[in-house]
């Protein structure tokens, strides 16, 4: 039995090449693969040795060769294959362990010149890569390290790799390859090529979206049905995902987490995480219908709760801080779909071990959790893809330009910045009502804006929520003053919108009548 080993991340391949050599396995290899092997004391081959052809081209031309490729693909139950390569005097290769050069991290590295770019485009793995994976009946592809102790196993207990086990390393090694692929055409479509700038220290240019788009997922589970039950539907994540993200999440208890349950869990998750104090938001399909920071969990919890008892019933519910004994009985008493921290005490999870369905998410957060977001959102049409950079704006009071005669007090300001945030995770067109660091009223998904605002006060007074002396939040502009004179007539006395509008004068003219305080922020946050 021969392995080849050519690798440029060489994380754990002299622990592997040894195990190799202790099972009687043949050691062959390539450049600075081979120097390293040699130095810790193990037999090994040289490429060039196999090939009768030095390495040439600065390594570039070492394995492109038939005594390489015709030992990989030469199928063992095929006699005329068989037959061709005694002709030729080609051994067999039997495991091939590649990992490619580091296109990925090269691109990412800022100042990465087109020069270094296109060094860093391996071409001899992938064509090895490609033949070892087509030929999986009869040779292993190993293309990560974490796959080494598998192999070590399989071939310690039986002398040779299953079937179920070839065929697993070959589809995560073509897998490999269209990640890697993909990765190229995305940097390469990016570059705004200009000629006479060429040089071996050229940086070019990209653009923010490249000609050609190409993702790639890993499924973490399938569901049992989408949106609605006659729908199919299966969860993917990045192949890496960010630090504190969902796809990050580990479920410590519950029933099986439902595609409803994930896409609202997603929306609590990223709007509790733009606060920096202890907060918990409720969530109800799709839009928060409490949201609140406190000194604790619980307290956060108790005034989020407070926003509309009756959505939260059956809602997702996040927390930014560990989930104590206290925090965990409170929720404990309504029906919740999924609740997400960071952590839970050993007396919270206690709480929870006789409510089985109830879902647990723990996802732990980075120190800078505030900053750790998707760069780009997606959504599909007909037969294309709608791409953006995500909506991360975040609002300082700098930012804010009081535009009426009367002033907002700094308690006011601080509960602007609050609704702000929380405005910027309701469906359009949105209308929050905040208070001491609490929503009030929350006003989802209308049509007309006009609409949002009366079904905030609505709320509000059915959750027995007094509106007087509250400020509000409008994602979008006031095309109307009649938007405005809802809001000020439940209560409001400060109002923060985008401005932008070709009424602004109206709207702030009737803001100025009405005696109430207005800044506009300057950009918007519709979300669809």
Not at 37 to 50: H, M, R, S, Y
Not at 261 to 266: G, L, R, W, Y
Not at 326 to 350: G, H
Request: proline content about 4%; glycine content about 8%.
């Amino acid at each position: 039995m021969k392995a080849l080993i050519s690798v440029s991340d060489k994380t754990g391949i002299v622990e592997l090449a040894r195990d190799l050599h202790a099972l009687g396995v043949g050691l062959i290899s390539t450049g600075g693969t081979a120097k390293l092997l040699a130095e810790q004391g193990l037999p090994v081959t040289e490429v060039a040795e196999v090939t009768g052809f030095p390495e040439m081209l600065d390594g570039r031309v070492k394995t492109l060769h038939p005594k390489v490729h015709g030992g990989l693909l030469a199928r063992r139950d095929t006699p005329e294959h068989m037959a061709a390569l005694k002709a030729h005097n080609i051994d067999t290769i039997d495991l091939l362990i590649v990992n490619l050069y580091p296109f990925e991290a090269t691109v990412a590295k800022p100042g990465c010149t087109l020069a270094d770019a296109i060094e860093n485009i391996d071409i001899g793995g992938p064509a090895m890569v490609r033949s070892a994976a087509k030929n999986w009946k009869d040779v292993g592809i190993v293309t990560d390290a974490s796959q080494y102790a598998d192999v070590i196993a399989e071939l310690k207990a039986t002398g040779k790799l299953s079937d179920k086990l070839r065929f697993a390393l070959s589809v995560a090694a073509f897998n490999r390859i269209s990640q890697y692929d993909g990765a190229i055409s995305n940097y390469l479509s990016s570059v705004n090529f200009e000629a006479e700038k060429l040089s071996e220290d050229y940086v070019p240019e990209r653009a923010q979206f490249s000609g050609q788009f190409n993702e790639q997922y890993v499924k973490v589970q399938d569901l049992r049905y989408g949106e609605n039950s006659h729908q199919q539907a299966a969860w993917y994540r990045d192949l890496a995902p960010a630090a504190g993200s969902l796809a990050t999440g580990v479920q410590l208890q519950g029933k099986e987490l439902s595609y409803n349950n994930i896409a609202d869990a997603d929306a609590a998750w990223e709007c509790v995480k733009s606060f920096d104090t202890s907060a918990c938001v409720i969530v109800k399909h799709a839009n928060p219908c409490g949201v609140a920071v406190g000194a604790n969990p619980l307290e956060a919890y108790s005034k989020a709760f407070q926003t509309d008892p009756t959505s939260a019933f059956g809602g997702i519910i996040a927390f930014n801080r560990p989930v104590d004994k206290a925090a965990a009985e409170a929720v404990s008493k309504q029906f919740v779909e999924v609740l997400m921290a960071p952590d839970f005490s050993a007396e919270a999870l206690e709480v929870f071990n006789s409510k089985v369905n109830v879902r647990l998410m723990k996802i732990a957060l980075p120190a800078n959790y505030g900053d750790v977001r998707n760069a780009l959102e997606t959504k599909r049409v007909g037969s294309g893809l709608l791409l953006q950079s995500a909506d991360n704006h975040e609002l300082a009071l700098a930012d804010l330009k009081i535009v009426t005669v009367k002033q907002p007090t700094p308690e006011e300001l601080n509960d602007l910045l609050f609704a702000w945030k929380v405005a910027k995770f309701v469906k359009s067109n949105a209308i929050v009502f905040c208070k001491n660091g609490m929503t009030m009223g929350v006003g989802a998904g209308q049509m007309s804006r006009l609409d949002s605002a009366r079904i905030a006060s609505i709320k509000a007074e059915a959750a027995k929520l007094s509106l007087q002396h509250t400020v509000v939040a409008s994602d979008a502009f006031f095309p109307f003053r009649d938007g405005l004179d809802v809001v000020v007539d439940a209560g409001a006395t400060c109002v923060a919108q985008p401005g932008g509008s070709m009424r602004d004068q109206e709207v702030i003219d009737a803001a100025n009548e009405r005696g109430v305080a207005m800044v506009f922020t300057g950009v918007r946050h519709f979300r669809h």
